[in-house]
């Protein structure tokens, strides 16, 4: 059981956006997206949700083609956090984290469908947000929402589940950031595989079990943080000069940024 992508290719005509890119995500794992603006990160995941079709590759989740699955039963095993979601009325916050238990309806939300996103709500901290207007919210807040009405979708499940969450930390403070990925870890304890785009290497290092760095829509590396994580990788991936030293608490590499001297132009007057 797992999400493959097998030797994915996408191009727009004569454009090639990604090009022979491999993952598995097994249950129960966390794997980080990594790399610069343009790496293809966002492209992959696309294909990976069935968004985009490849020009080349399959994705197979549990050895079926996307396209094999009902939309209802993809939905129940996969739950999407894209960068950004934008809704047009009026919802309340607890009304937008219904929105996720639907594949699971046959008619009108149950007890037990309350019950989950009260869940999901007091998980992402806010469950006192519940009867404000979702346009009302902070992008923060907004973002917080949208990932409990995620979680809420693949809540409860007897079969394997997978969770993609593109940027999962954007619009968030700091404590927010390590919030929103304990609750991604605390899901992959529980047998889901969790697949995040992040900027952040530190966070990738500090919460992923895997890396996968991407480069001009290729895989540059992939394996444990403390393989990928190197200095001449981040510096042909990002065009950064880095450190890197062992987490002064933390089992894990930490990455730090070399400053680079500027050259100063004094004018002539």
Known sequence: MSLQANQLAYAIGSISLLEGVSLTLQP????????????????????????????????????????AWSK?????RRGVLPQSSV????????EVVLMGRTPHLRGIERAEDYDIAYEALSATQVDHLVERSYMSLSGGEQQRVQLARVLAQIWQAT??????????TN?????????????????ARRGVGVLAVLHDLNLAAQYADHIVMLKS??????????????????????NMAVMIQPHPCLNCPLVIAVPQPREIKESVS
């Open 159 to 168: 079969e394997p589940r997978y969770l993609l969450l593109d940027e999962p």
């Open 72 to 76: 209802r039963d993809l939905a129940r």
């Open 28 to 67: 129960g794992e966390i794997i980080a997206m990594v790399g610069a603006n343009g790496a293809g990160k966002s492209t992959l995941l696309r294909l990976l949700t069935g968004e985009l079709t490849p020009t080349q590759g399959a994705v197979l989740l549990d050895g079926k083609t996307l396209s």
């Open 217 to 238: 829509g290729r895989v540059l590396a992939a394996g444990l943080p403390n393989t990928v994580l190197t200095p001449t990788l981040i510096d042909e991936a990002f």
């Open 171 to 187: 619009n968030l403070d700091l404590a927010h950031q390590h919030s929103t990925l304990e609750i991604a870890a605390g899901f």
């Open 87 to 94: 809704l047009a009325f009026g919802f309340t916050a607890l």
